[in-house]
T-cell receptor, first 114, second 109 residues
Framework: DAGVTQSPTHLIKTRGQQVTLRCSPKSGHDTVSWYQQALGQGPQFIFQYYEEEERQRGNFPDRFSGHQFPNYSSELNVNALLLGDSALYLC?????????????FGPGTRLLVL | GQQLNQSPQSMFIQEGEDVSMNCTSS?????WLWYKQDPGEGPVLLIALYKAGELTSNGRLTAQFGITRKDSFLNISASIPSDVGIYFC?????????FGTGTKLQVIP
């Protein structure tokens, strides 16, 4: 079992550009959540996808959008990048209806915006 | 929004020493989670607590869910170098997790 995988591992972009990050959930999981972790801080919830729809959303602007595919994998898109979007982006997968402890995190994609 | 405050923010300890860290909130929670994050990795769950007053162990780690449901603590006994990392408390529902501010642990061999 490969666990949660994310790609790419690192990414450098410039202000105003757009970026797409990808996540493959752990085998058997159907729900994907995305988190942003700025340097020195705890992860902040962005949104969650289940059955290809956004189910919950944190306090993030519309520049942050996502998608879930029929195979449960997911993408996070960020438009009009700002310097403050530089962070580690974590994907977590879980099985709907189970306890929080079933949520597994991937290693993250580190995004640097110049 | 919900805020989870952890203390201490960072700590240096000698190998073999015991460690204690805690997490407080102004809100009541039904679940407390403790995670460890190594550099360049995602958080890994250490202990999950679901009942006020519950005391749970995982090897050298012990965590308790406060009676008021507004706090939790994590103890690490006989620390070893691989305990180095950032420890986060967390809570939430419907698989949406709110994380604390983190405690950075350094172990001196």
């Amino acid at each position: 079992d490969a666990g949660v995988t994310q790609s790419p591992t690192h990414l450098i972009k410039t202000r105003g550009q757009q970026v797409t990050l990808r996540c493959s959930p752990k085998s058997g999981h159907d729900t994907v959540s995305w988190y942003q972790q700025a340097l020195g801080q705890g992860p902040q919830f962005i949104f969650q996808y289940y059955e290809e729809e956004e189910r919950q959303r944190g306090n993030f602007p519309d520049r942050f959008s996502g998608h879930q595919f029929p195979n449960y994998s997911s993408e996070l898109n960020v438009n009009a990048l700002l310097l403050g979007d530089s962070a580690l982006y974590l994907c977590a997968s879980s099985l709907r209806g189970t306890d929080l402890e079933t949520q597994y995190f991937g290693p993250g994609t580190r995004l640097l915006v110049l | 929004g919900q805020q989870l405050n952890q203390s201490p923010q960072s700590m240096f300890i000698q190998e073999g020493e015991d460690v204690s860290m805690n997490c407080t909130s102004s809100s009541i929670f039904n679940t407390w989670l403790w995670y460890k994050q190594d550099p360049g990795e995602g958080p890994v769950l250490l202990i999950a607590l679901y009942k006020a007053g519950e005391l749970t162990s995982n090897g050298r780690l012990t965590a308790q869910f406060g009676i008021t449901r507004k706090d939790s603590f994590l103890n690490i006994s006989a620390s070893i170098p691989s305990d180095v990392g950032i420890y986060f408390c967390a809570s939430g529902g419907y698989q949406k997790v709110t994380f604390g501010t983190g405690t950075k642990l350094q172990v001196i061999p």
